[in-house]
């Protein structure tokens, strides 16, 4: 396998460097990743698949090429694959497969992605290409994590929280799905500080996000938005789906076990962004349906646009500006 770094590939390799180093999002660094290998390697397919583990066993699907593409379902991988993303197999940069190679892509010691490139003539990759791009990936999208999630829980932050809130008002809604947005705020949180310590409120933060990442969707967005307060960007055929999803998780969360802790509840808040110009009439609705929320019993979710329309909360007007924004 010819491993040589042809002089021929040191624009295109420029290029694509100075384009992964400029992205600021994970998807984004992704498709850049693609495009670049894709340049590089003319006579090859080049595909990359996210994978996303569940009790412990790996699902992928293939990256979108495009924002508005039909995004595939989730499925496990197949026999020649899986022990290279369960990383049963003796570690190598390039595992060689009947068409090509697979090269895994690493974060944290778990595989969270697969570059296939499938020669179609018989020329054979550039590994060394391959592997070099590949750990590049890897330490920026280190990078991005540190920047972008909050230290305790690993969700998303406050910073990439306001980024995507904001896209998400500017887009339409793709695909029958529309984007809805929900405060989320455990119950009696400050009891349990002030009773088992800041030690054991960590541990509930903690335990809180990552009973989030299993039951929503990869879709959706968490993040930790202060305190003991979360958001989430959720995708949904309509507001009764989306209520049911919210209703569905505080049900399975007064249920659950925390070590230190009794009994964990939330109460959430959830408003549609159809129809939100700015970010704070969005953030105002939700917490409006947030506040009615603990204040009538606590671990529920109640929606703002059925509390406004039966006079219980009122109404969030749009700001006041001549400046249309979307």
């Given at each position: 396998?010819?491993?040589?770094?042809?002089?021929?590939?040191?624009?295109?390799?420029l290029?694509?460097?100075?384009?992964?180093?400029?992205?600021?999002?994970?998807?984004?660094l992704?498709?850049?990743?693609?495009?670049?290998l894709?340049?590089?390697?003319?006579?090859?397919?080049?595909?990359?698949?996210?994978?996303?583990?569940?009790?412990?066993?790996?699902?992928?699907?293939?990256?979108?090429?495009?924002?508005?593409?039909?995004?595939?379902p989730?499925?496990?991988?197949?026999?020649?694959?899986?022990?290279?993303?369960?990383?049963?197999?003796?570690?190598?940069?390039?595992?060689q497969?009947?068409?090509?190679?697979?090269?895994?892509?690493?974060?944290?010691?778990?595989?969270?992605?697969?570059?296939?490139?499938?020669?179609v003539?018989?020329?054979?990759?550039?590994?060394?290409l391959?592997?070099?791009?590949?750990?590049?990936?890897?330490?920026?999208?280190?990078?991005?994590?540190?920047?972008?999630s909050?230290?305790?829980?690993g969700?998303?932050?406050?910073?990439?929280?306001?980024?995507?809130?904001f896209?998400?008002?500017?887009?339409?809604?793709?695909?029958?799905?529309?984007?809805?947005?929900a405060?989320?705020?455990?119950?009696?949180?400050?009891?349990?500080?002030?009773r088992?310590?800041?030690?054991i409120?960590?541990?509930?933060?903690l335990?809180?996000?990552q009973?989030?990442q299993?039951?929503?969707?990869?879709?959706?967005?968490?993040?930790?938005?202060?305190?003991?307060?979360?958001?989430?960007l959720?995708?949904?055929?309509?507001?009764e789906?989306?209520?049911?999803?919210?209703?569905?998780?505080?049900?399975?969360?007064?249920?659950?076990?925390?070590?230190?802790?009794?009994?964990v509840?939330?109460?959430?808040?959830?408003?549609?962004?159809e129809?939100?110009?700015?970010?704070?009439?969005?953030?105002?609705?939700a917490?409006?349906?947030?506040?009615?929320?603990?204040?009538?019993?606590?671990?529920?979710?109640?929606?703002?646009?059925t509390?406004?329309?039966?006079?219980?909360v009122?109404?969030v007007?749009?700001?006041?500006?001549?400046?249309?924004?979307?």
């Amino acid at each position: 396998m010819d491993d040589t770094l042809h002089d021929s590939h040191l624009p295109e390799l420029l290029d694509g460097l100075i384009d992964l180093t400029a992205q600021r999002e994970r998807r984004h660094l992704q498709l850049t990743l693609l495009t670049t290998l894709r340049d590089l390697l003319p006579g090859a397919t080049v595909s990359l698949y996210n994978c996303r583990w569940i009790d412990g066993r790996p699902w992928w699907r293939p990256l979108a090429d495009r924002d508005d593409a039909e995004l595939a379902p989730w499925r496990l991988p197949g026999a020649a694959l899986l022990p290279i993303i369960e990383q049963k197999l003796p570690r190598q940069d390039c595992y060689q497969m009947d068409t090509g190679v697979c090269v895994p892509l690493y974060h944290q010691g778990q595989v969270i992605g697969v570059l296939l490139v499938n020669m179609v003539d018989d020329s054979e990759p550039d590994t060394r290409l391959l592997t070099a791009l590949a750990r590049i990936h890897e330490n920026f999208l280190g990078l991005l994590h540190v920047s972008d999630s909050d230290e305790l829980t690993g969700l998303g932050n406050r910073r990439l929280f306001d980024q995507h809130l904001f896209r998400a008002l500017s887009q339409a809604p793709q695909r029958g799905r529309r984007c809805f947005l929900a405060l989320l705020d455990i119950d009696h949180f400050k009891q349990v500080n002030d009773r088992y310590g800041h030690l054991i409120g960590d541990e509930v933060l903690l335990m809180l996000g990552q009973y989030m990442q299993r039951h929503f969707g990869p879709e959706d967005g968490l993040y930790r938005y202060g305190g003991e307060e979360f958001a989430l960007l959720l995708l949904a055929r309509d507001g009764e789906q989306a209520l049911s999803q919210l209703e569905a998780f505080c049900r399975s969360l007064a249920s659950s076990h925390f070590p230190q802790v009794p009994q964990v509840t939330a109460s959430i808040g959830l408003a549609a962004l159809e129809g939100c110009r700015m970010p704070s009439e969005a953030l105002e609705r939700a917490d409006k349906a947030l506040y009615y929320a603990k204040q009538h019993g606590r671990n529920q979710a109640c929606t703002y646009e059925t509390l406004e329309a039966q006079g219980l909360v009122s109404v969030v007007q749009a700001p006041s500006s001549d400046i249309d924004l979307f």
